[in-house]
């Protein structure tokens, strides 16, 4: 499955898109010296996270999935598994789960929290991330490891 074409927002239709880090680096991080550079940082949070074989989903928004051709950052979401404890982490993985420092050390705004994260509510669903801050909404891209398609 590929992610579709943007907007005439230029951003993604609402919607969650499954792709491969592969398939997002080539459709989203080329083009600009700064895309370049966000998806070489995103890369590194993609192996970094991935290391930690506790990631559930990994979700990219914001700026970075859109026709934004110097994006500030990139926007991710981390869902852990429920027994995922950052406290037992050290080094540069443990500074993904840092909000303010994963900011200034990766260049990303990068939030987390476990599959559980409203018991009694069902999951945290991830399509909440669609909401931009002008409330209207856009599509998000969920890296997945094998080809969704």
């Known amino acids: 499955m590929a992610v579709p074409g943007l907007n005439e927002s230029g951003d993604l239709p609402v919607g969650v898109f499954p ?53 500030n950052d990139v926007d991710v979401v981390l869902v852990m598994a429920d027994d995922f404890d950052a406290k037992l982490l050290s080094g540069e993985v443990r500074l993904l789960f840092e909000h303010g420092t994963a900011q200034s050390y990766f260049g990303a705004s990068i939030f987390w929290y476990p599959e559980s994260a409203s018991v009694g509510f069902g999951p945290l669903p991830i399509e909440r991330w669609q909401i931009k801050r002008d409330r209207t909404l856009r599509g998000i891209v969920e890296i997945v490891e094998d080809d969704p398609s």
Do not use: H, N
Not at 41 to 52: D, F, N, Q, V
């Open 19 to 71: 792709a491969t880090i592969a398939e997002l680096m080539d459709r989203f991080g080329k083009g600009t010296a700064r895309r370049i550079e966000v998806a070489t940082g995103l890369e590194r949070i993609w192996r970094l996270a991935s290391g930690t074989q506790s990631v559930a989903r990994f979700v990219v928004f914001g700026s970075f999935v859109s026709d934004k051709p110097e994006p």
